[in-house]
T-cell receptor
Framework: SAVISQKPSRDICQRGTSLTIQCQVD?????MFWYRQQPGQSLTLIAT?????????ESGFVIDKFPISRPNLTFSTLTVSNMSPEDSSIYLC????????????FGAGTRLSVL | AQKVTQAQTEISVVEKEDVTLDCVYE???????LFWYKQPPSGELVFLIR??????QNEISGRYSWNFQKSTSSFNFTITASQVVDSAVYFC??????????????FGTGTRLQVFP
């Protein structure tokens, strides 16, 4: 498995501002993923981030709202732009594990509240 | 389309009781993977198990066991002699197939398990 650190762990933000969430992994990984978990809901994939290429967004998510960077094999950021209260969620970073196919390991998440 | 259904929203048991969490999935692919994750109150998702579609053997790991039945499209999770530390939200998930992003995890809505002393 991989050790994944997310920062910040939680934040309270004002409407209209932006927040950048960082995800750091203790080993080099090809694929990183960003998920959103709205209050009391399940997890939904926002985008897949491969190093050296543009992130691939899922239906309903756009780059202007959720820009992603992937500058190297151990780090990624997700920005939540022009926030509204509907963006209040837990945002989780995950990585595909080395070896066993398709297993994803998750960070502790960032709890975001937008006022 | 791929879909995962966890019909049990919340289950409450008393310590030492056995509990089964249900998971039913839908997919048109013949190759796929099924997962269970645990989300304790701290928020992180903890990987519990992965099962591929060609392996229907049941698996036991300590107090945890999983029953995979392709005939009913189910992948149920049983905790034997539950403990307070088992209290968490448990998610069943599905990925794989050639029609979709094979790494994309489709999650069920989760089952909140509360184990009382």
């Amino acid at each position: 498995s991989a050790v994944i650190s997310q920062k910040p762990s939680r934040d309270i933000c004002q409407r209209g501002t932006s927040l950048t969430i960082q995800c750091q992994v203790d080993s080099q990984v090809t694929m990183m993923f960003w998920y959103r978990q709205q209050p009391g809901q399940s997890l939904t994939l926002i985008a897949t981030a491969n190093q050296g290429s543009e992130a691939t967004y899922e239906s309903g998510f756009v780059i202007d709202k959720f820009p992603i960077s992937r500058p190297n094999l151990t780090f990624s950021t997700l920005t939540v732009s022009n926030m509204s209260p509907e963006d209040s969620s837990i945002y989780l970073c995950s990585v595909r594990g080395q070896g066993a196919k398709n297993i994803q390991y998750f960070g502790a998440g960032t709890r975001l509240s937008v006022l | 389309a791929q879909k995962v259904t966890q019909a049990q929203t919340e289950i409450s048991v008393v310590e030492k009781e056995d509990v089964t969490l249900d998971c039913v999935y839908e997919t048109r692919d013949t190759t796929y993977y099924l997962f269970w994750y645990k989300q304790p109150p701290s928020g992180e998702l903890v990987f519990l198990i992965r099962r591929n579609s060609f392996d229907e053997q049941n698996e036991i790991s300590g107090r945890y066991s999983w029953n995979f039945q392709k005939s009913t499209s189910s992948f149920n999770f049983t905790i034997t002699a539950s403990q307070v530390v088992d209290s968490a939200v448990y998610f069943c998930a599905l990925s794989g197939g050639v029609s979709y992003n094979t790494d994309k995890l489709i999650f069920g809505t989760g089952t909140r398990l509360q184990v009382f002393p």
